[in-house]
């Protein structure tokens, strides 16, 4: 077997595309998206058991976004995994540290053959993908909005309230603010380029919802836990041409597509693509 790796381990985002086989049937009792992320831990912690329990931890902000399994292209929610097919996902990283482990566990020959509770995982294939807070914001410059953006909320997606309590509030509608805010403070967590606090005020002021088709459905998360989250898509009018906050605005929405919006993040939820018009 070939393992085609390009690897380039100094940027802001790494994203690994794995192609996999089982070598069982696996029953999926939660989201494909959990597979993924035990599948990631258990390669972490063959290097350092100690950072996978802290990235399990409850960090506010994790430095990884996993996404569902793929079959042939099409999201597996849940089902089952078969062997004899090959299936694919992708992993993306935000810490260096995070990453070189994440890298040499890959790359390690002995970890070929991974190791879960419900079968044993092969590797196939490993394809590259790399970016730079630097190069979105660089993109987001030559960004033009004629009118707004639509974004596809391809995995179920779940916002969280401003407030805290004891037990979590949550929100099952892309409102424009409560999207963008997530964003926001997910790439302020890591960037040395934030966006300032005055954005927030400008999308709470001049972008609103237009039209949207959305619907709501159960994840399961394993061990009999369950939350919910919503699909679909929704457009976004934009009623303000400032360029600085537009440019701010094309960041985060490209951003969005590398990790993800809302809840869950590393579990594969909130995955979505984003349409400017």
Known sequence: MFLQVELLLVSDLVEYSISFTVDRKVPLTAFSGVFVYRLFLTLVSQV???????????????????????FDSRIIKRGTLFPNRVYSTKVLILSEDVNLKFARALLDTSFENIVLPACVVKVEKIGLRISSFRQILSEAEKTVFTRGFTIVFKTPCQLGKLTYRKTPIFRLFPDPYYVLRNLYNYWNAFTETPISEDFLKWVDENIHEEKFSLVTEPVYLGEGRVTVGFTGHCAYRVRDSGREYLKALAAL?????????????????GRVECKLS
Do not use: N, Q, T
């Open 48 to 70: 350092d058991s100690l950072l996978a329990e802290d990235l399990h931890g409850s960090r506010k902000f994790k430095p990884i976004s996993c996404h569902p399994v793929y």
């Open 253 to 269: 929405l490209f951003f969005g597509e590398w990790v993800g919006v809302g809840k869950h993040r590393s579990i594969g939820m």
